[in-house]
């Protein structure tokens, strides 16, 4: 089993900055990948940013919706996946939950909700 623990949500006004973060624990395998995804009210939860860890290094994606404005990154060492937000807007508020997907299956966190206020 693997535990998700998010933090660092919270109420910010449109264009400021904040910084989520997931820590792993348990069963964690070296190569995975960990990543956000975000469902706001009456919505389907939706890809924000993935980052995957192969024996080649770290690789990226993110949605269209956030690129240029939020950037994943991962410390392998403690098992933590960051999401820094900047230049926030109205239309990214929703519950940011942290996802891990490995060998032996797909974990999710309670999510943490962000609000952006305009």
């Known amino acids: 089993q693997v535990q998700l623990v998010e933090s660092g949500g919270g109420l910010v006004q449109a264009g400021g900055s904040l910084r989520v973060s997931c820590t792993a624990s348990?069963?964690?395998?070296?190569?995975?990948?960990m990543g956000w995804y975000r469902q706001a009210p009456g919505k389907e939860r939706e890809l924000v940013a993935v980052i995957s860890s192969v024996s080649t290094g770290d690789s990226t994606n993110y949605a269209d919706s956030v690129k240029g404005r939020f950037t994943i990154s991962r410390d392998n060492a403690k098992n933590t996946v960051y999401l820094q937000m900047n230049d926030l807007k109205p239309a990214d508020t929703a519950v940011y939950y942290c996802?891990?997907?490995?060998?032996?299956?797909?974990?999710w966190g309670q999510g943490t909700q962000v609000t952006v206020s305009s």
């Open positions: 348990g069963n964690t395998f070296r190569y995975n990948t």
């Open positions: 996802n891990l997907r490995q060998y032996n299956g797909n974990y």
